[in-house]
């Protein structure tokens, strides 16, 4: 009540007095009013999180102190004091660093598509390595404004430092100094492998500003590969004297490209160039590997488009998620024997994947923002009558992922709930038709990444993460959790199930692969070989299994 109240305030100061410097505030959004507010004193760090979610609180203090003694490693300066704030009730997994009033937002319900690493981790060691850069930004010319101007002033320092270098430097940190970073996932690469070396093109704009015509991965992506060639071939950090040479040198336009220069002797093209360069000939030098798959779809158009989570209907039709650059997620029917799509209904913006369908319906999750509160973004159970293609939101449900089919009228789901905790629930969600519900509570330490429910065994499986990376797990019959694996630094995703064997994906082979794992046997198998990387496997008769695999055509 007393954050909703200040909010208020503050806008009113802003619109009677414009002129006041002090009322200037820049927020990401607010939170829910009935939210009582603590905090954790440290050294230089303070977490601020709500009274419910005081085991995350704990958790963000305990992994950034962990990093703390080398998150600055290659920058003249360590990390400002800064104050780590929690929002728990927005699934849209993300972290920020801000400033008026400076700070570490923290979107803290874990990423659906993680790897093998508890997601605080990963945050804290990324977001801590923004407020190493933003205090050595701060210095200089920026610093002697900031005593005039306040925090806003601080903004000016990120003209000093693009945005993919911010970012790849900070994926860089994230990759080092954490268990299992994401520039260690194959899918990281995946789009540079399959674009071929682009670093022979005339012109790089593009690949730095994006494009709307073409798919082209994001600044994290081409800033960890360019920031991380340079710091090798250099041996040392070079946005360390790059940055401290701009913000001394304000009136030195394209400082970035002067201070490159002068000290390295290159540009921000020529590195990447070299970087991209280099990669393609490690690359190439690999065994080619083509899909053992065999495609199903054909696309007229001339762009770049996913099938996502495919599974078969019947024998010459399989339902699968399609989009493109520009159009939204939409259930679409292909053919098997001719490849074309055949639409059925557009859905909002996916959180976790399509149940199997069972008596021609199927079940997913979709993020829905509060009209009213910024920062609570639900994930709310939805499903469509096949046939038909009409769509319905059970509203009640909002703290959904990983909708399973166990029967007709049965559903297996898992909850997250704002103190970062996860439940497997078991049941009928829909309202008219009231059930009890078998719930079964997850240890605070371990993050859901994956439900399905075995029709053999007649038990749930999930993907779980922890401090030992991830696993498989199992729900016992009288509710307990048990190790189907052990757990290990290898991402796994997409689980389903059926038969008695598990199907999912898994980066073992070093691609992203469809894996299988039997229960009976208790043995573990790689089903598909790509160029690139297979995702999404589900499970049909006569022993097939419809999957995505990443391709160029």
């Known amino acids: 009540m007393i954050k909703g109240l200040r909010h208020i305030v503050i806008a009113i100061v802003a619109l009677v007095g414009a002129y006041s410097a002090s009322a200037q505030y820049y927020s990401w959004g607010a939170d829910p009013t009935y939210m009582r507010w603590r905090k954790l004193k440290g050294d230089k760090i303070d977490v601020i999180y709500p009274d419910t979610a005081r085991t995350l609180g704990y958790k963000m203090m305990y992994y950034a102190r962990a990093v703390q003694p080398s998150i600055d490693f290659g920058y003249r300066r360590g990390p400002m004091k800064i104050p780590f704030v929690i929002h728990p009730e927005n699934f849209s997994s993300n972290g920020m660093v801000m400033w008026l009033p400076k700070r570490v937002e923290i979107l803290s319900s874990p990423a659906v598509s993680g790897y093998s690493m508890p997601w605080l981790k990963q945050l804290a060691a990324h977001e801590y390595r923004h407020a190493v850069q933003y205090n050595n930004l701060n210095r200089g010319f920026v610093r002697i404004f900031s005593y005039l101007l306040g925090q806003q002033s601080s903004t000016i320092g990120l003209l000093f430092m693009p945005l993919w270098g911010l970012e790849g430097d900070a994926t860089l940190s994230e990759t080092q100094m954490s268990s299992f970073g994401r520039a260690l996932q194959p899918s990281f690469t995946m789009h540079y492998r399959a674009m071929g070396n682009f670093s022979r093109d005339k012109d790089l704009s593009k690949w730095f500003c994006g494009s709307f015509k073409e798919y082209i991965p994001d600044h994290y992506q081409l800033g960890y590969q360019v920031t991380s060639y340079g710091n090798t071939k250099y041996n040392e950090n070079i946005w360390d004297k790059i940055v401290h040479f701009a913000v001394r040198n304000p009136y030195v336009l394209a400082t970035t490209y002067v201070g490159m220069r002068k000290f390295y002797n290159t540009t921000t093209k020529m590195l990447t160039r070299e970087a991209f360069a280099d990669l393609n000939d490690y690359w190439n030098s690999l065994p080619y590997q083509p899909n053992t798959s065999t495609r199903l779809s054909v696309d007229a158009e001339k762009g770049y488009t996913t099938y996502r989570y495919p599974q078969y209907l019947d024998e010459e039709t399989i339902l699968s998620l399609y989009k493109t650059l520009d159009t939204p997620d939409a259930f679409v029917l292909t053919s098997r024997k001719d490849g074309k799509r055949r639409h059925l209904a557009y859905t909002g913006v996916v959180s976790t994947r399509p149940s199997e369908v069972v008596d021609g319906r199927v079940w997913w999750t979709e993020y829905r923002r509060s009209l009213l509160f910024a920062e609570r973004v639900n994930s709310k159970l939805c499903y469509m009558d096949v046939e038909s293609g009409k769509t319905k939101t059970v509203n009640t449900m909002c703290k959904t992922l990983y909708a399973t089919t166990i029967s007709k009228d049965e559903l297996a789901w898992v909850e997250y709930l704002p103190n970062g905790e996860y439940h497997i629930v078991r049941g009928n969600p829909l309202p008219r038709q009231k059930a009890e519900y078998l719930r079964v509570e997850i240890p605070s330490d371990i993050e859901i990444h994956g439900l399905a429910y075995d029709n053999y065994t007649r038990a749930l499986y999930f993907i779980a993460t922890d401090d030992s990376g991830m696993w498989l797990g199992r729900v016992g019959r009288n509710r307990e959790i ?39 046997t208790e043995s573990e198998y790689r089903i598909s070989a790509s160029t690139y990387g297979s995702f999404s496997p589900m499970p049909a008769g006569d022993h097939k299994v419809a999957m995505t695999t990443y391709d160029r055509y």
Do not use: M, N, W
Not at 482 to 490: F, M
Not at 491 to 514: C, M, N, P, W
């Open 482 to 520: 048990e190790h189907i694996t052990q757990g290990a630094y290898i991402t796994l995703s997409d689980l389903r199930a059926k038969d008695g064997v598990l199907y999912f994906g898994s980066i073992q082979s070093g691609k992203d692969e469809v894996h299988c794992y039997d229960l009976r």
